[in-house]
C-alpha cells in the first residue's frame, strides 16, 4: 500500500502504520522469518518527513505498483485526511499492520507459504503489541478443491483459533466467468465437457476434481476431431500431442488434508499458441461411489476471455482460501441498487466450507484512496471484504480495547455480524448460495 497517503497518516503526519514487512525487498526480515524486509513505525515515520521535503522513499522503498492494497486498506480504515472526511473508511482510528506479498512467480500470484507467513507475522506482531487484530485477504485463486481441505485452507483455519482475531476473506470474482463446471457421474454412462478455447491463449490449465474412490478414465477430442484415450487413471505424468498442442495429463493422489483426487491437464503450444476452438472432454466412469465432480480453469484475469466452458456452473464458484473455516467468506453486492453483484463467488447448498459467503458487503464502484494522494472507485469482493474487515475492529475495539466484552472475537463477532445482517429485496430464503447465510451489512 502507499503509506504516503495521507489517510493513513495522524494529523500530525506521522504514520498510524505500527508495522510493514514488504517481502519483495531483501535485506532485513523480521525476526524468526527468511525473506523481505520489515520497516518499525519509526522507520516510516522518518520515511515520511524525507518524503514531505521531497527526498522521496530512500528509508522505506516499499511501493504499491498495482493499486490494490491501497484501495483495500482504504475502506477498511482510511479516515479521510485527504477529503476532509468525505471518503473515510470503517475503522478509521485504528492502528495499521502491513504485509506485501512477494515474490510472485511468473503467473503473478503469490505462492502459498508467503500468504501464510503473512497471516503467521500479524498475528504474532497483534500478540506483541497485545492488541487485537482483523487481518483481510483480498485475495484469491481456482487452484484445488474448493472444500476447506488444502493445505492452505487447513492452516488458515487453525491460525483462526490463535489470538484475539478475525480473518475476513473475499469470495473472488468468479461467479459469471464460466471458468467452473460440475456435475455427477453413473456408473457407465460417459459425460461430455465442452470447452471452448479462445484465439491466442498461451497456455492452458484445466483442474478436474473428484472423489479418489471414484474410478473415472478420460477421452480428449481435439477442436480438430482427434481423440486420445480412454486415459486410464495411471498416477503420475502422462504426454502425447494433439494438432498443435502438446498435453500433460497427470493423475493425482490423496494427501494427508483431503481424500479428493486431482487429474491436472496442462495445454501447451508446439508454436506459439494452443490450438482455439472446442476442446471435448469425455469422463469415462467405473466404479462410483461418490460420483461428485469440478472441473476448473485458472482465474479469469489469466485466461482469454473467450475460453470458457459451454455449459458452466456458477454455484460453487468460491475461490481459495475463502473456503477455508473458521473466517468471513465475503461476497460483494450493489450498494446503489440494492442488488447481488453478479460476479461474486457464490457458495453452494453442500458441505460446511461451501455453505458461503458468510456476508455481502458493498463491492461496486466503491470510491477508496488509490497511491498518490488522491481517490478513485473499485469494484470486486477485494473492495467488499474490507468492509468487514473494518466492522470487525470496530466490534473488537468496544468489546476487547473499551472492555466491554473480553472475548468478543473470532466466531462471535462472525456471529454478531450475521445477527444485524438485512436481507436484499430479491432474495426471501436465507441462506443461500448467492449472498450467503444470513444477507448484507450495510455501512452507515
Known amino acids: ?67 490494490h492494497g491501497t484501495r483495500v486498506l482504504g475502506i477498511a480504515a482510511g479516515n479521510g485526511r485527504a ?61 484445488g478443491a474448493h472444500n476447506g481441505t488444502s493445505l492452505l485452507e487447513t492452516y488458515i483455519s487453525d491460525m483462526a483459533n490463535i489470538w484475539k482475531s478475525v480473518i475476513s476473506i473475499g469470495t473472488g470474482n468468479e461467479g459469471y466467468a464460466a471458468g467452473h463446471t460440475s456435475g455427477r457421474m453413473e456408473e457407465g454412462k460417459p459425460i461430455e465437457i465442452p470447452l471452448a478455447v479462445g484465439e491466442y491463449e498461451a497456455a492452458l490449465s484445466v483442474q478436474i476434481w473428484k472423489s479418489y474412490l471414484d474410478e473415472a478414465d478420460i477421452m480428449l477430442t481435439s477442436p480438430g476431431g482427434r481423440r486420445a484415450g480412454p486415459i486410464q487413471s495411471i498416477l503420475g505424468p502422462q504426454r502425447f500431442t494433439m494438432e498443435n498442442t502438446e498435453i500433460l495429463l497427470y493423475y493425482g493422489e490423496p494427501t494427508p488434508y483431503s481424500s479428493s483426487q486431482e487429474i491436472y491437464i496442462e495445454f501447451l503450444p508446439k508454436g506459439d499458441y494452443i490450438d482455439s476452438g472446442i476442446w471435448t472432454f469425455t469422463l469415462i466412469p467405473g466404479q462410483v461411489r461418490d460420483g461428485e465432480y469440478h472441473l476448473w480453469l485458472p482465474s479469469s484475469a489469466a485466461v482469454n476471455g473467450a475460453t470458457r466452458f459451454l455449459y458452466p456452473t456458477p454455484v460453487g464458484t468460491l475461490t481459495i482460501p475463502s473456503t477455508a473455516r473458521k473466517i468471513i467468506a465475503v461476497g460483494a453486492y450493489n450498494s446503489r441498487t440494492l442488488t447481488y453483484a453478479d460476479f461474486s463467488g457464490r457458495g453452494t447448498d453442500g458441505g460446511e466450507s461451501l455453505r458461503k459467503p458468510d456476508l455481502v458487503a458493498p463491492g461496486v464502484d466503491i470510491m477508496t484512496t488509490v497511491p498518490g494522494g488522491g481517490y478513485g472507485e473499485a469494484t470486486g ?62 455501512p452507515s
Open 83 to 143: 477529503s476532509n472526511g468525505r471518503y473515510r473508511g470503517v475503522a478509521s482510528r485504528s492502528s495499521i499492520l502491513v504485509v506485501k506479498l512477494g515474490v510472485p512467480r511468473a503467473e503473478a500470484f503469490p505462492r502459498t507459504t508467503e500468504l501464510m507467513q503473512g497471516l503467521d507475522y500479524c498475528l504474532r506482531k497483534a500478540m506483541e503489541f497485545a492488541l487485537p487484530v482483523a487481518v483481510n485477504i483480498s485475495f484469491g485463486n481456482t487452484y
Open 381 to 442: 469482493t477485494s473492495f467488499a471484504t474490507p468492509f468487514v474487515t473494518g466492522a470487525a475492529a470496530l466490534l473488537m475495539e468496544w468489546g476487547i480495547t473499551d472492555g466491554n466484552d473480553p472475548f468478543l472475537y473470532g466466531e462471535k463477532v462472525k456471529a454478531y455480524l450475521q445477527k444485524g445482517a438485512r436481507a436484499l429485496p430479491a432474495f426471501s430464503e436465507y441462506p443461500n448460495p448467492v449472498v450467503g447465510e444470513y444477507g448484507i451489512i450495510v
Open 1 to 67: 500500500m502507499d503509506y504516503t497517503h495521507p489517510d493513513f497518516r495522524n494529523e500530525d503526519g506521522s504514520s498510524r502504520i505500527l508495522a510493514l514487512w514488504d517481502q519483495t525487498i531483501p535485506g532485513n526480515p523480521p525476526e524468526g522469518y527468511l525473506i523481505g524486509t520489515e520497516y518499525t513505525k519509526a522507520q516510516i515515520d522518518e520515511a515520511l518527513r524525507e518524503y514531505d521535503e521531497g527526498r522521496g522513499r530512500g528509508l522505506v522503498p516499499s511501493v504499491d505498483t498495482s493499486g
